[in-house]
C-alpha cells in the first residue's frame, strides 16, 4: 500500500483481489447457512409404464410359481399318504402274523389234549374179547317126505354127491312108498339074510361101506339112508338120477 500526498490510501490490484475473494467467501457463507436452514422438496416420483408384454409374463410367473407350490403339495401329501400306507400293511402283516401263529400253537395245544385224554382213555379202559360171530342157527326141515329129502340133498352138496329131487323121490316111491321103516323080506337079499332096508332099500353092508360122515348110523334113519344110498348110486351108475329100476 502506497500513501498519497492527500492522506487517502490508494489500494493496490493484489489488495483489490484480497478483498474481492473476502467479499464472495462471505456470500457464500451467508448462502450456505441460509441453505442449511431450508427444508429440500421431495423429488416426483415416475410412474413405471407396464407393456402388455411385460403384464403377461409376469402373470406366467405368478402362474408357475403357483403350480410349483401345488406339486410341491400334492409330492407331499402323496408321500405322506404312501408311508401312511405302508405303515398300516405292515401293522396288519404283523397283526396277522401274530394271529397264525396264536391260531396254530391253539390248534396244537388242543391236538396234544385230545391225545393224551384219548390214550389216558385207552389205557383205563378195560378191552373186552372180540366175541366170537354166532354161529348161524340150524336150518329148520320138516319130519316128512320133503324135509328129509331136503336135508339129505344139502348133505350130498357139500359132499360133492350128485343127485337131484326129482331123481331121489321117484325113486323112494317106487322102493319104499315113502316109509323109512320098509324091509323087504322076500327077495334074494333076504333070502340071504341081508333084506333091503329103509326108503331107498339099501342093505346093510352096502349103507355101512357108503355111509356119510355126520349122518346116523341107524339104517332106518331116513336121511342117513338117503344119502347113503345116494354116494352108491354115483359110484356105480353116475347119479340117483340115473336109477329107474333096481340097483
Not at 407350490?69 to 407331499?76: D, I, L, T, V, W
Not at 333070502?191 to 349122518?215: C, R
Request: proline fraction near 5%; charge should be positive.
Amino acid at each position: 500500500m502506497r500513501s498519497n500526498h492527500s492522506g487517502y490510501t490508494r489500494l493496490t490490484k493484489a489488495h483489490k483481489f484480497s478483498a474481492a475473494a473476502l467479499t464472495a467467501a462471505g456470500a457464500a457463507a451467508v448462502a450456505f447457512g441460509a441453505a442449511s436452514h431450508a427444508v429440500a422438496a421431495p423429488a416426483p416420483v415416475k410412474p413405471v409404464a407396464w407393456s402388455a408384454e411385460a403384464f403377461g409374463q409376469a402373470q406366467d410367473a405368478e402362474r408357475k410359481d403357483a403350480a410349483d407350490k401345488a406339486a410341491e403339495q400334492a409330492r407331499a401329501e402323496a408321500a405322506a399318504a404312501k408311508h401312511t400306507a405302508k405303515t398300516k400293511a405292515e401293522a396288519d402283516a404283523k397283526a396277522k402274523a401274530e394271529a397264525d401263529a396264536k391260531a396254530k400253537a391253539d390248534a396244537k395245544a388242543k391236538a396234544d389234549k385230545d391225545r393224551a385224554e384219548k390214550q389216558a382213555a385207552n389205557r383205563s379202559t378195560t378191552r373186552k374179547p372180540l366175541s366170537k360171530p354166532a354161529a348161524p342157527a340150524p336150518k329148520a326141515y320138516g319130519n316128512d317126505l320133503e324135509g328129509w329129502i331136503a336135508q339129505a340133498l344139502d348133505i350130498m352138496k357139500a359132499k360133492g354127491i350128485p343127485a337131484s329131487y326129482d331123481g331121489v323121490k321117484r325113486n323112494i316111491m317106487r322102493e319104499s312108498t315113502g316109509n323109512p321103516h320098509a324091509i323087504n323080506d322076500w327077495d334074494v337079499n333076504a333070502v340071504n339074510g341081508v333084506p333091503s332096508k329103509g326108503l331107498l332099500q339099501i342093505i346093510d353092508p352096502t349103507f355101512k361101506a357108503y355111509h356119510v360122515e355126520g349122518t346116523s348110523w341107524d339104517i332106518y334113519d331116513p336121511v342117513a339112508n338117503i344119502v347113503a344110498s345116494c354116494n352108491y348110486a354115483a359110484d356105480k351108475y353116475g347119479s340117483m338120477d340115473n336109477v329107474n329100476s333096481a340097483y
